[in-house]
């Protein structure tokens, strides 16, 4: 009977991946039992902190409290040095007064210490059987004097712990010793696992579309159809939750040898396990993964490879970054407005949306402040107090950009989800809906799609699709309607149809929405000639339709500049000086003069060359990319690779010279908005214009720079893949330099 299973290696196959599964599974507790663990914390108040003074050789400092619960894990102390550098160690050891034992010794180097921060002290095991026993926590220093010492800090309230006395070189102090200790609790943490288990089943839900082919008959089939798909494809989907699973074996393996053997200490959580580091070794696989899919045919198209990249990288960053207001370009303003865009009512302020649009927790890469940030936003969610304040209502169109982040935090509300997931949950509607917009552009197109796709997976593009912002919105149905126009021309032969002009100019439309300084672009609609219609009538309604698109786009723009009538429309960035009426004044009696600035702006700083890493690898507040300049190299490969015969009849001179020329009009009127709005007024240069504004244009002026003439004889299949490998690679290691690898 063993042989029999034995030559069946599909059901060998699968019992091993099942006990490798529930090997991982059983790695990542030991590895990290307080991740899926609660936490019972107690801890000091740092609000009412006060010095301790110098802790000097021979002083010492005494706390005793009594353990309120079993199982103890460890204990925090907060340390200041004075902003400077302090030679010495400092001692720290644990007693228990009631069994007249010493648990635990630390011996610590000053310089390690963190100025008014935890340090963390990590049993090197849990100590069980110290409930309601006396424990003692006593400091001291080796070589501490003045000018050369650190300082510990109390907080004047007895009801934190249990019988607790603080001294001072022998003198009893009024007030506790400012410190936090923790204990192991039975109850799972849901969140937390909730949590691994969402982000699990969106990058198998990514990969489930792409093998089963299921997005074919949601969208243009009957339910019924796409259930006998499933049944169809079962043992596909079985062996897919058997990789999936296998996959999540591998990374938590990779991630316990990379903090156990590579590493070889404790972070900051007091654990071997970083999960950061973690889900993007998941990510990575899961990326080769469905490369590897693809180029085997077991994903049919190339644009549903990359829908499934976009979800699966852009949902590690949405997953990783921190729940704070000052993570991305204005993302504290952008998070109040979705918020105010999901409730249909009057908007209720929580305590926590509050903290996150003041930036009161700011982000950190001390993965145990981190954790400790969402405990409290967590809380104040749940705390029944609340502000409230009227309904603003705006102009729809230009703050539709809000509309997939309202919808989602308003779905979350409904589930009850707490609030990290609530915050979450916004940034994942922003990304379904680019990667879902841009998928369904490139699927268009008949040749430039991995120019496209390789653009639209740029660091910059993804960074923002990944938090609170309508950068998302406005690349991505520009990218789309610019897809549907280059389609159209690639297929002289084809009439146009009434279903592709509405998505074409509808793309345009509504992704200018927010950002109505575009309009010029829709111009390019004008394009297609005469030969794409039926008759001489439809042709002229399009040439309409496409002039009073771009009309009505330009005044919600305008107006607010016309009709201001002194109203204050000053970007208060700019600063005092900034005059947007006597700034419009300057240069209508100014041409020439502002023309030589407009100018010089542009050639020397906004579209040099050297800017491009700004603009490519611009992760927002997090910094700027390392190897982002690689990703020119990639464009220009893709341009000229991902050609056919479709693209020659399109890449004119009279098509270039369009493309070029509204892309520079366009830039003209986004330096110009800036030079109005944001700079004092006669300034010599233009402050405040950011280099993502030119990212709904790189698609389009990419394209008219390759050439459809160039023939490469490559596997299609191949190059695509190393294309796309090659920008997944570049868009996690941008990350990784940039934020992964600087947790703790």
Known sequence: MLKKYCNNGRLLMGAIFILLTLAGTFLAVYSNPDFILNKHIETGKVESRMQLGELHKGGEIRQTFLCSKDRLLGFDLYFGTFSRQNAGNILVTLNNRTKDATIESWKVDCNSLGDNAFTRFTLSEVLHGVKDDQLEIIVTSDTGKAGNAVTLFK?????????????????????????????????????NVSGMMTYIMLIAAAAFLAVCGIYRFFSSAK?????????????????????????????????????????GKEN??????????WLFIFTFEIMLYLLFLYYRKGIKSVEILFFALVLSIGGLFACTLPVTGDVSWDDKVHYSNALQMSNLADYVYNQADIDVINVKYPRTFNMKQAQENIEKLNASYNDKGVLSS???YKLFYNHIGYLPAALAIGMGRMMNLPFQYLFLFGKLGNLIVYAAVCCYGMKKLKGGKILFAVIAMLPANIYLAANYSYDFWVTGFIMMGTAYLISELQQPDKKLEKKDFLIMLGGFVIGMGPKAIYFCMVFLCMQLGRTKFK????????????????????????????????????????GAGVDSAGQIKFIITNPVQYTKILLSFLGNSYLNI???PRLI?????????????????????????????????????PFRLSVLGSAFITVCL??????????????????????????????????CLGSGKIKFVINKRLINSLLLAASGSLLLYEYWSVYISRYV
Request: glycine share 6%; charged share 15%; proline share 2%.
């Open 155 to 191: 907080f004047e309230d007895d009801s934190v712990f249990q019988e607790a006395r603080l001294y001072q070189n022998g003198t009893a102090l009024k007030g506790t010793l400012l410190f936090s200790v923790d204990y192991r609790v039975d109850t799972l943490n849901w969140n």
């Open 223 to 263: 339910a019924v159809e796409a259930v006998r798909n499933i049944e169809k494809n079962r043992k596909k989907i079985i062996w897919l939750i058997i990789t999936a699973a296998f996959l999540v074996c591998i990374s938590i393996a990779g991630e316990a040898f990379c903090s156990r053997i590579i590493e």
């Open 268 to 277: 900051s959580l007091g654990t071997f396990f970083n999960v950061f580091r």
């Open 390 to 392: 009227n309904k603003e």
């Open 535 to 574: 008759t001489e009538r439809r042709f002229r309604q399009y040439r309409t339709a496409v002039i009073c698109a771009s009309i009505c786009v330009a005044l919600s723009f305008l107006f607010p500049l016309i009709f201001s009538a002194g109203a204050n429309i000053n970007d208060i960035r700019g």
């Open 610 to 612: 050297v800017n491009a």
């Open 617 to 653: 690898g611009n992760m927002g507040y997090l910094g700027v990319g390392k190897f982002s300049v690689l990703a020119i190299i990639l464009m220009a490969v893709a341009a000229c690779a991902d050609r056919n015969s479709c693209d020659t009849g399109v890449l004119t001179h």
């Open 670 to 703: 986004i330096a110009t908005a800036l030079y109005v709005s944001y700079n004092p007024v006669a300034s010599e240069g233009i402050g405040g214009c950011q280099p993502r504004y030119l990212l709904p244009l790189v698609f389009v002026v990419a394209y």
